[in-house]
């Protein structure tokens, strides 16, 4: 758990893999909810898996509450959906660019 606090990306990023890993149990991820962490200080988009796990456990679900996580996060789902019901968003083509004007496109799905 320390190494999610060390000063090295390199080292975060793999104390994250490994201790999402390990929260595949639902005792460990019961165990690792009850340290606690400073979940907010992970880099945003390789702290995310963990975080999720997290919403398997109702006291995972309560200490994200608490951190307001999972407040953050419907507010940042609602934004982007909004973007989307306006249909300004640029449909990605198959090699991921992007076609100005264009209608969103879920999966490859036209």
């Known amino acids: 758990m320390q190494q999610l ?8 990023s793999l104390a994250i893999s490994i201790l999402s890993a390990a929260c595949a149990s639902l005792d460990v991820l019961r165990a690792v909810v009850a340290l606690r962490p400073a979940l907010e200080v992970l880099p ?8 999720t796990l997290f919403l398997a456990d109702s006291e995972g679900v ?3 509450q608490e951190i307001g996580w ?3 996060e419907l507010e940042t789902w609602y934004q982007v959906r909004a973007f989307l019901s306006f249909g300004s968003a640029p449909r990605l083509t198959a090699v991921g660019t992007a076609r100005p004007g264009a209608q969103p496109r879920l999966h490859g799905r036209a």
């Open 62 to 64: 309560r200490y994200l």
């Open 70 to 72: 999972i407040e953050r």
């Open 44 to 51: 945003d988009h390789e702290g995310e898996p963990l975080l």
């Open 5 to 12: 606090y060390d000063s090295a990306p390199e080292v975060v």
